[in-house]
């Protein structure tokens, strides 16, 4: 007879968009053309997504809760249509850590999704979230440089144009697993909610 699953149990999770696959083959063309040579670890497509809440750590026993969460905060909630555009870096560019594409479209729907799913899931989530929402793609991270090399990086990534890699229409939300590993991190979808 299997044994119960301890209440300790937990998993690292958030809430996220998921993007199409020729949104994310534009995404990997941008990554190769761009002229950083190895100063940043690429984002392999797999680990692409577009953030909607990090919950941290929870309780495996409480996914089901997030799943409920999740569509009373979609309840209501027409699918959207985003587009992908803009470059630059994160928290700023004389200290580029994370790059970024950007977000366009119907940014009003997007921002009240992201905030019923806040709201619903506050009670739930091991992690808060300060910082207002800022939508974007994580597509690399900085490589560890001297710190003095960062600041013309930063200029570089800063004085990148780059145009429309895509759109799409968003018709869920998806509630992630994330395994970390050497070979970097593992995403696997625990649940989906179909906007209405």
């Known amino acids: 007879m299997p044994e119960p699953q301890s209440d300790t149990a937990s998993l690292r999770s958030f809430i996220s968009i998921h993007l199409p696959p020729a949104v994310l083959v534009a995404i990997e063309r941008l990554q ?28 495996t026993a409480s996914a089901a809760d997030i799943e409920a969460a999740m569509r009373r905060a979609c309840a209501g909630l027409k699918p959207f249509t985003l ?19 950007g977000t366009a479209g119907d940014l009003s ?10 709201r619903e899931t506050q009670p739930l989530a091991r992690h808060s ?4 929402f800022r939508p974007h793609l994580t597509i690399g991270r900085v490589k560890k440089l001297p710190f003095r090399e960062l600041p013309a990086l930063g200029a570089q990534i800063e004085a990148t144009q780059v145009g429309v890699l895509g759109e799409w ?16 991190a593992r995403h696997t979808a625990l649940a989906s909610v179909r906007l209405e």
């Open 129 to 132: 979230e300060y910082r207002a």
């Open 169 to 184: 229409s968003v018709e869920d939300v998806h509630l992630m697993k994330s395994e970390l590993s050497p070979e970097g």
């Open 83 to 101: 587009t992908l555009q803009g470059f630059g870096c994160f928290p700023s560019a004389k200290r580029p850590s994370v790059v970024w594409v």
């Open 32 to 59: 190769g053309k761009l002229p950083f040579g190895g100063s940043i670890r690429w984002a392999r497509p797999g680990q692409i997504h577009l953030t909607l809440k990090f919950l941290g750590d929870i309780p």
């Open 109 to 118: 729907t997007l921002n009240a999704l992201q905030t019923a799913i806040e």
